[in-house]
């Protein structure tokens, strides 16, 4: 066995979680897979304090001589040492590569075509693909220069292939790869586009090739200086007037990271170096440091921005603006109010395109007008290609144009490189840390306080400071230690055991942020579904908090119940009943499961929305789902809607605030954009989701859909689009075609429009879009009642609803559960034997 892997020193992770430090989590990064291979060499290459081993060194390996042939050059002719062997493939070759653990991958590829008497290297043309994606295309490299290229691919196998082809009837060759895995949360699904602002989901499926990395105001770094192997360049010869910026930098050990941002974000380095505006040379002190980048406007970019404020001498006393290209992506940047302290790192991600009419990116940061400080400065910026529609980084020609055969291309493998990565697994992860989110600011709120402060689950009862602050109008905080109420059933660690077959993978229902959820059945044969936390995440620690919390308080027919759960030995388990029909969503597209009928589509609509309803009034607060979406909306056996997952639920704005201002949660897609720019949370946030939601059940499309054209990306503006013109049937889910009565459908489409609007003062309440959805089902009903014979039960269904519930409600508390005393509307009992999880995949129970 061979060890292929970047030695990397040993880490004793310091995972203690401090109360009210923010900076506990480090932890020096293990990749699982590491191969670093120096091609064609016949010894191991020391680069970058990085070892690059030969292929023959594998046990493993198989190899065809006859297709390649091992250049060496001088080294007095490379650039670096890791240049001075080449393998060249005089036919397709491939490596393929063990993946221990799936995810995303740098993929990084060295190549100089090094002087060789048969192949002249410079007139060669190479194309590398992956199993999905291709990397280069006909690439030549008569210029004589080397290449270095880095990709970031979601492996989603258990092999990961890179075949080299030669085109030009020539040769293809490389000088160095590796395969290295990297944390899951480096980069999350999710990025905001710009002009119109508004989030984009869908990164995790495409592929990324690194175009710049800068360390902005600092110098070059390379994997010697970065637990990911990545080279940070400086900015200097992008700046587009280099004489208007200044340098600052700290010492490294000054930047504190808070929860969710690690040194694989970006080394304290990069933290620790900026550029502010100067004020030397420059005749106004009130204009933009902007780097401007070459691209290629054939493809989007995903652009990071690392911000971390080391200029100011105090808090809030640094107010700028961010840009790209001409568009706002972040006004009115106050880091040290989203960060709460000085030095402390954050970033946010972004979706863009070059700007109009050119062949350059910009990004520029200025200062806030509105304010009088004017200063403004940047970090860290990271730009890179995104893959396009055809799976390509570089033309536009997808794999199967170059590997038409598929899989039929084994008998031409050239190497293989055989898994050696086992050992490794033990210590890998070590303390790894959340960063589930985009925009993390999680650390604290304006309210004053890190979330994440409690030191274990169980063993304090203070709660959580910024929540209670919002809780005193009731009395009885909302927030009491878990101990001191009423939870449901205490499942021992044994009974959750025996319940999912020893968690047995089979058994899998899906797997989200919180962590996975099985599928189980309990002693007395009830089947069960059971959400087990991943272990010591302070997030997850969080979230689980709340949905206990929540849902141990809340009791509606629309709503999830708990069984009960399990804390025992650091778990975080929650135990639900399975939901048969499971998500809604399933039951729209993606599946082969029978289409649901409009008045199905209407009556699931009305019970979510009156479970939010109930949410926002019912209880002795607001509370907030922040989380509504089609996963989240699960069905029973009668297809009644209830609404899950309450992780990331608050509690709303006290009578006298009007929001909650809070770190951006939720899901892309889904998330207003009001909360996305304002980061206040109203319940009208849930309010625009659900309107997308509405939007999803009429369309039968995902709220994003990255692979349609730009405009139709987004449901909520390709609906609001046909709506605005009166044509939502147009574009509603064909199947639905002729069973839908127009007023209905107009109904329908004037209610999603009006929770879709811009300004959450515009939307109507959940009580509003109840009503109208009510009546949408009826003007079906009626519709359907004059040509066919009446339906009893639907007719039930209406004349049940309740509107006026709200201010009794709200004023007594009712459906609250206090103090372990189960208060329940009338709706309990159906509650209790209802229960509903988040992330499912596969109904359960069949
Ligand atoms: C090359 O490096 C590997 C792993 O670092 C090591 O096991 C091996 O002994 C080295 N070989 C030589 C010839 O130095
Ligand atoms: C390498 O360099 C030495 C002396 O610098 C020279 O004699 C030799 O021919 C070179 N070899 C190749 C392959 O260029
Ligand atoms: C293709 O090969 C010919 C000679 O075989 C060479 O002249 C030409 O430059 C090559 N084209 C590319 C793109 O490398
Ligand atoms: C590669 O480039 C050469 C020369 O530019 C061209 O003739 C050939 O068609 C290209 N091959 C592909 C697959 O694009
Ligand atoms: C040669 O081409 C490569 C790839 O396009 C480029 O990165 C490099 O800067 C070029 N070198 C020169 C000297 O033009
Ligand atoms: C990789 O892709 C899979 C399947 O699309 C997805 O579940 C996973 O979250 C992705 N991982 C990352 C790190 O994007
Ligand atoms: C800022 O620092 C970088 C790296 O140390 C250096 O290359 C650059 O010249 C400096 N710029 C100014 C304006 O001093
Ligand atoms: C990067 O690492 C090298 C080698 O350890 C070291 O000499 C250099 O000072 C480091 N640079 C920075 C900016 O930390
Ligand atoms: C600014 O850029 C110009 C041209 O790129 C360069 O000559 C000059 O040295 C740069 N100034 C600094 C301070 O780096
Ligand atoms: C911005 O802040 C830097 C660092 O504190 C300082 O050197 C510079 O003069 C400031 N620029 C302006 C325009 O105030
Ligand atoms: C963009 O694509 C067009 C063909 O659609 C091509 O002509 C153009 O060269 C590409 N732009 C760049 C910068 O590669
Ligand atoms: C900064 O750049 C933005 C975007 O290009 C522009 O709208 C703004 O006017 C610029 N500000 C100044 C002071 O030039």
């Known amino acids: 066995m061979l060890m292929m892997m970047k030695l990397v020193k040993l880490v004793t992770s310091v995972m203690v979680v401090f109360p009210l430090l923010v900076n506990a989590s480090f932890s020096l990064y293990n990749p699982l897979d590491s191969y670093l291979i120096a091609c064609g060499s016949s010894q191991n290459i020391t680069f970058q304090g990085q070892t690059f081993v030969p292929e023959s060194q594998h046990s493993s390996l198989v190899f065809q001589p006859g297709n390649s042939i091992v250049a060496t050059s001088n080294s007095s002719v490379v650039p670096f040492p890791i240049y001075q062997s080449a393998r060249i493939f005089t036919q397709k070759a491939s490596y393929t590569f063990q993946i221990e653990q799936q995810g995303r991958h740098w993929v990084r590829l060295y190549f100089f075509p090094v002087p060789n008497p048969t192949h002249d290297l410079t007139s060669t043309a190479v194309t590398v693909v992956t199993d999905d994606f291709v990397l280069l295309s006909n690439f030549s490299f008569s210029n004589g220069s080397s290449m270095f290229k880095e990709y970031a691919i979601n492996v989603t196998s258990d092999t990961l292939t890179l075949t080299f082809i030669p085109s030009n009837g020539s040769v293809a060759f490389v000088n160095a790869i590796e395969v290295v895995s990297m944390p899951d949360e480096l980069f999350v699904d999710q990025a905001m586009t710009l002009n119109p602002s508004a989030p984009f989901s869908g990164l995790s499926e495409l592929a990324f090739e690194t175009v710049y990395r800068l360390n902005i105001g600092g110098s070059l770094l390379n994997a010697e200086n970065d637990t990911l192997g990545r080279t940070w360049e400086n900015d200097m010869k992008y700046l587009y007037v280099n004489s208007s910026v200044t ?14 941002v690690t040194p694989e974000t970006a080394p304290n380095s990069v933290y620790a170096t900026a550029e502010a505006m100067g004020d030397a040379n420059v005749a106004y002190s009130n ?33 700028f603006n961010l840009f790209i290209n001409t568009d706002i992506a972040h006004g009115g940047l106050d880091l040290s109010s989203i960060t709460n302290d000085l030095a402390v790192p954050y970033y946010q991600d972004f979706v863009s395109n070059a700007s109009a009419d050119s062949n350059t990116l910009m990004v520029s940061v200025g200062p806030d007008t509105m304010e009088d400080i004017t200063n403004a400065t940047m970090n860290g910026l990271e730009i890179m290609k995104i893959s396009n529609s055809l799976k390509s980084l570089d033309g536009f020609s997808s794999v199967r144009s170059f590997l038409p055969s598929s899989q039929s291309n084994k008998n031409k493998v050239g190497i293989i490189v055989g898994s050696v990565v086992g050992a490794v697994a033990s210590i890998a992860f070590v303390g790894l840390c959340y960063c589930c989110l985009v925009l993390h600011n999680s650390k604290s709120t304006e309210q004053g306080r890190p979330l994440l402060s409690l030191p274990s689950l169980y063993g304090s009862s203070h709660t959580m400071s910024w929540m209670s602050k919002t809780s005193h109008r009731s009395g ?32 899998l229902l899906g797997v989200g942020g919180f962590g996975k959820v099985y599928k189980g059945t309990l002693e007395d044969g009830t089947n069960v579904a059971v959400k087990r936390g991943h272990p010591g995440s302070e997030q997850g620690i969080y979230e689980f908090r709340t949905e206990i919390e929540m849902l141990s308080k809340l009791r509606h027919r629309h709503l999830v119940s708990l069984i009960g759960y399990c804390d025992e030995r650091s778990e975080m388990i929650l135990v639900y009943e399975c939901m048969s029909n499971g998500p809604l969503r399933s039951h729209l597209y993606g599946t082969d499961l029978p289409p649901l009928s409009w008045k199905q589509r209407l009556e699931i609509c009305i019970g979510a929305a009156r479970g939010l309803h109930y949410l926002h009034t019912g209880a002795s607060q607001s509370i907030i789902h922040r989380d509504v979406k089609t996963t989240n909306i699960l069905l029973d056996d009668n297809f009644v809607a209830k609404v899950a997952d309450f992780g990331l639920s608050k509690t709303g704005p006290a009578l006298d605030q009007t929001h909650v201002s809070t770190a951006v949660k939720g899901s892309f897609g889904y998330l207003d954009p009001e909360y996305f720019r304002m980061q206040q949370l109203t319940d009208k946030s849930d309010v625009y989701s659900f309107g997308v939601v509405l939007m999803e059940v009429l369309c039968t499309r995902p709220a994003l859909n990255p692979v349609l054209p730009r405009d139709q990306v987004n449901i909520a503006e390709w609906a609001m689009r046909w709506q605005k013109k009166g044509m939502l049937d147009q574009i509603m889910d064909q199947k639905l075609t002729g069973n839908v009565n127009s007023a209905s459908l107009k109904k329908f489409g004037e209610t999603a429009e009006k929770c879709l609007a811009e300004y959450g003062v515009d939307r109507p309440s959940m009580g509003d879009v109840l009503w109208n959805l009510e009546y949408a089902l009826r003007l079906q009903e009626t519709a359907s009642l004059a040509l066919t014979e009446p339906d009893n039960n639907s007719v039930n269904q209406i004349t049940g609803i309740q509107l006026t519930t709200t201010l009794q409600n709200f004023d007594n508390g009712l459906g609250m559960i206090d103090g372990g005393n189960s208060a329940t509307d009338d709706d309990a009992e159906d509650a209790a034997t209802s229960a509903v999880f988040s992330q499912l995949v596969n109904p359960c129970g069949r």
């Open 247 to 260: 340098n600052v930098s700290v010492s490294p050990s000054t930047i504190k990271y808070p929860a969710g």
């Open 287 to 319: 204009f933009n440091i902007t780097w401007v980048f070459p691209v290629d406007p054939n493809f989007s970019y995903f652009i990071r921005v690392h911000f971390c404020d080391i200029i100011s001498k105090s808090m809030n006393s640094l107010v």
């Open 476 to 507: 009885t905080s909302s927030f009491i230690s878990l101990s001191s109420i009423n939870l449901g059933r205490v499942f021992t660690f044994q009974e959750i055991l025996g319940a999912s077959n020893k968690f047995d993978e089979r058994l």
